[in-house]
């Protein structure tokens, strides 16, 4: 069983920038694939930034360039660093890992981006 606990969701204006923290109940050392998901209201839920096995990253289209992710294995802990944030960022975000053969979210946080 692992806990996924994300925090640093907000309200920005345009162009500004957040940071999410996903901070894991377990080493993430040992979860397979680590990464951040978001849904926007009447969407579907699509994959912004994550780490594969082989500890590389891949990014969304949209956010490649603004949104950068990264951890620190000391702190359990996931980040999404998001810069130059845009209305269309606007979305609740989940931090997703595989740990073994099951997939475990976390509560999500609220981004919205308006002026």
């Known amino acids: 069983q692992v806990q996924l606990v994300e925090s640093g969701g907000g309200l920005v204006q345009p162009g500004g920038s957040l940071r999410l923290s996903c901070t894991a109940s377990t080493s993430i050392f040992s979860i397979r694939t680590m990464g951040w998901y978001r849904q926007a209201p009447g969407k579907e839920r699509e994959l912004v930034a994550r780490?594969?096995?082989?500890?590389?990253?891949n990014y969304a289209d949209s956010v490649k360039g603004r949104f950068t992710i990264s951890r620190d294995t000391a702190k359990n802990t996931m980040y999404l660093q998001m810069n130059n944030l845009k209305p269309e960022d606007t979305a609740v975000y989940y931090c997703?890992?595989?740990?073994?053969?099951?997939?475990?979210w976390g509560q999500g946080t609220q981004v919205t981006v308006s002026s």
């Open positions: 780490f594969l096995r082989s500890d590389t990253t």
């Open positions: 997703h890992a595989e740990y073994g053969f099951t997939v475990y």
